[in-house]
């Protein structure tokens, strides 16, 4: 039976390697075929923009030295970007040191998170971006 902390270190390499296909992807093929192409499910079924619209292209601009750019197109991009430079080097350190470093810190953020005046301001922040998308029409 697979323990709670080793499905943690699997989902998070999971979502790790899935999120880094996915820029490889549009890196490299995607925004070359189809620069116009939009996939998010609800702006494509009610044309609204979902709060994390841009992100992609905000790690792709990102990725070219663009903050400014990378800012506007969504904030989220640029946490998404510090994520998928940090998490590979902090997995592997936990790898091979025998430590689960990566674990405690997530757990210290769940509880961080029930706190209700963090959780509120991180709604708060989210429904902000929301909006700032939509009148952007990203």
Partial sequence: MMTELRKFYYC???????????????????????PSLEI???????????????????????????????????????????GMVVFPFWILYDYWNGKKTLWTYYLQFINFFSNKKFSIVVIVLVLLNWIWNIQKGI
């Avoid at 880094?20 to 549009?26: E, V």
């Fill in 12 to 34: 998070i390499t999971s979502f790790l390697l899935a999120g880094l296909g996915w820029m490889a992807w549009n890196l490299f093929y995607f925004q070359q075929s189809n």
């Fill in 40 to 82: 998010c499910l609800l702006k494509n079924t009610v044309g609204l923009p979902c709060p994390s619209c841009g992100t992609t292209r905000s790690i792709l601009h990102l990725l070219q030295g663009d903050l400014s750019t990378a800012f506007f197109l969504n904030p989220f991009g640029i946490v998404a970007f510090i």
